[in-house]
């Protein structure tokens, strides 16, 4: 019986401290999600689809969908200036997407962050005005998300925002669960793909949340998106030569 109350307590403490970062660790642990995506990108377009490189790249989303919900989560509400940049960037970032080879109408996976964060944020307001045309953007969005993992990333990423902003212990196992199961479903089709995109998420927070407490910022503000968009322009150009 005691084994049974510890075991809760025990795991929240856990998860607890696994989602306490630094700003400092905040921008280890993106760049971990960084080099992990132009791992993942470098292998599908220059080396024939690397398995190895496949593999470690299904890491990068999770980290990245756990650090915009953090970043959201800093706020008692979603602002709407944090979302019109990601619009702005992801439609910059869509030139660069068709460079590589999908068509225009695959959303990249800026799009992902920026319709789940607005869809959160109607749903969050107090009038229910608002709650069509989040179900009427969420329903837009379902046959543009192909290629950006579709309605389960936007489960991973409402969950990672869930997740981030839980004030009590059964909240946070709950979307600590909830988390880990969107993570899991965004590689359905391959089973090595989804022990791999969770395995290697939490083993980097579990070293970057250890380590780096004192290491201050070193990134500046939109770099991530706009590195993004960039690498994917480059990369494009490099394969079309």
Same mark, same amino acid.
């Given at each position: 019986?005691?084994?049974?109350?510890?075991?809760?307590?025990?795991?929240?403490?856990?998860?607890?401290? %696994? *989602?306490?970062?630094?700003?400092?660790?905040?921008?280890?642990?993106?760049?971990? $999600?960084? &080099?992990? +995506?132009? @791992?993942?990108?470098?292998?599908?377009?220059?080396?024939?689809?690397?398995?190895?490189?496949?593999?470690?790249?299904?890491?990068?989303?999770?980290?990245?969908?756990?650090?915009?919900?953090?970043?959201?989560a800093r706020h008692a509400e979603i602002r709407q200036s944090q979302l019109n940049s990601l619009w702005?960037?992801?439609?910059?970032?869509?030139?660069?997407?068709?460079?590589?080879?999908?068509?225009?109408?695959?959303?990249?996976?800026?799009?992902?962050?920026?319709?789940?964060?607005?869809?959160?944020?109607?749903?969050?307001?107090?009038?229910?005005?608002?709650?069509?045309?989040?179900?009427? %953007? *969420?329903?837009?969005?379902?046959?543009?998300?192909?290629?950006?993992?579709?309605? $389960?990333? &936007?489960? +991973?990423? @409402?969950?990672?925002?869930?997740?981030?902003?839980?004030q009590h212990a059964q909240e946070r196992l709950g979307y600590g669960v909830l988390w880990a199961l969107?993570?899991?479903?965004?590689?359905?089709?391959?089973?090595?793909?989804?022990?791999?995109?969770?395995?290697?998420?939490?083993?980097?927070?579990?070293?970057?949340?250890?380590?780096?407490?004192?290491?201050?910022?070193?990134?500046?503000?939109?770099?991530?998106?706009?590195?993004?968009?960039?690498?994917?322009?480059?990369?494009?150009?490099?394969?079309?030569?």
């Open positions: 019986m005691r084994a049974q109350h510890t075991f809760p307590g025990a795991t929240d403490r856990w998860l607890h401290r %696994l *989602l306490t970062w630094a700003p400092g660790q905040t921008d280890m642990i993106k760049t971990v $999600a960084l &080099v992990l +995506m132009v @791992t993942d990108h470098t292998g599908l377009l220059l080396a024939g689809n690397n398995e190895v490189m496949r593999l470690l790249g299904r890491g990068c989303f999770p980290l990245f969908g756990l650090a915009w919900g953090m970043n959201l702005g960037w992801a439609l910059v970032a869509q030139v660069s997407f068709m460079l590589i080879g999908y068509p225009w109408y695959s959303g990249n996976i800026l799009f992902a962050f920026a319709v789940t964060g607005q869809v959160l944020r109607w749903v969050s307001q107090p009038s229910w005005y608002y709650t069509l045309p989040a179900a009427g %953007l *969420l329903v837009a969005w379902i046959p543009l998300s192909t290629a950006s993992y579709g309605m $389960a990333g &936007v489960g +991973m990423l @409402t969950a990672s925002w869930l997740l981030c902003r839980a969107m993570v899991l479903l965004m590689n359905m089709h391959d089973v090595s793909e989804s022990v791999a995109g969770l395995a290697i998420a939490l083993l980097t927070l579990m070293v970057c949340s250890s380590a780096g407490e004192r290491v201050k910022r070193f990134w500046p503000r939109q770099f991530f998106v706009m590195f993004y968009a960039v690498h994917l322009a480059v990369l494009g150009i490099v394969v079309s030569m």
